[in-house]
Antibody
Framework: EVQLVESGGGLMQPGGSLRLSCAAS????????MSWVRQAPGKGLEWVSV???????DYADSVKGRFTVSRDESKNTLYLQMNSLRVEDTAVYYC???????????????WGQGTLVTVPS | QFVLTQPPSASGTPGQRVSISCSGS????????VNWYQQLPGTAPKLLMY???QRPSGVPDRFSGSKSGTSASLAISGLQSDDEADYYC???????????FGGGTKLTVL
């Protein structure tokens, strides 16, 4: 059974850093495209970043230069290093397994439960 | 704020058929397939429809999707109280080369 479990969220002052983790089970992380998607309180979904199976990474303009996605193959775990946090980064962060990229519109077929990051004003 | 446009709300009574629209442009829906997600209250989103009209295993055939030009639609027939949720459309946008979402539609079952 595919499972994704996020951790690492919390309260952080503007300018601070956090590292989110996403432990995967039921499949091999390095063989898949993995994305982070966030949802501000009461708002819609926003794609944040992706790491390709080959290791290439991409980011939304809103986080480019501040966030870094990576993975530890030995732990089958995905990470999101978040630096220079801003008030507008406050959201629930979901990791999601992605399919279809390069062929059809990428779709997220498995999601974690999410972890809340709060950056107060 | 959201690249794809959805109505903020929709409603129906049990047993009815409801439809949720998603409007985009030539750089996203006009060129690429549409996916739909269902988010039940307090839970993570769940893939409901991919490649315009493909249902993942376990999604009942009461749910159907379609696309025409730069718009897409999700239809739910035989509406049930368990269908009360937020629904999001998404597509690849070849302009910025990112996945873009609609703002979501809150479906209420009266």
């Amino acid at each position: 059974e595919v499972q994704l479990v996020e951790s690492g969220g919390g309260l952080m002052q503007p300018g601070g850093s956090l590292r989110l983790s996403c432990a995967a089970s039921g499949f091999i992380l390095r063989n898949n495209f993995m994305s982070w998607v966030r949802q501000a309180p009461g708002k819609g979904l926003e794609w944040v970043s992706v790491i390709y199976s080959g290791g290439r990474t991409d980011y939304a303009d809103s986080v480019k230069g501040r966030f870094t996605v990576s993975r530890d193959e030995s732990k089958n775990t995905l990470y999101l290093q978040m630096n220079s946090l801003r008030v507008e980064d406050t959201a629930v962060y979901y990791c999601a397994r992605e399919s279809g990229r390069g062929v059809v519109s990428p779709y997220f077929d498995y999601w974690g439960q999410g972890t809340l990051v709060t950056v107060p004003s | 704020q959201f690249v794809l446009t959805q109505p903020p709300s929709a409603s129906g009574t049990p047993g009815q058929r409801v439809s949720i629209s998603c409007s985009g442009s030539t750089s996203n829906i006009g060129l690429n397939s549409v996916n739909w997600y269902q988010q039940l209250p307090g839970t993570a989103p769940k893939l409901l429809m991919y490649k315009n009209n493909q249902r993942p295993s376990g999604v009942p055939d009461r749910f159907s999707g379609s696309k025409s030009g730069t718009s897409a639609s999700l239809a739910i027939s035989g509406l049930q109280s368990d269908d009360e949720a937020d629904y999001y459309c998404a597509a690849w946008d070849t302009g910025p080369d990112v996945v873009v979402f609609g703002g979501g539609t809150k479906l209420t079952v009266l």
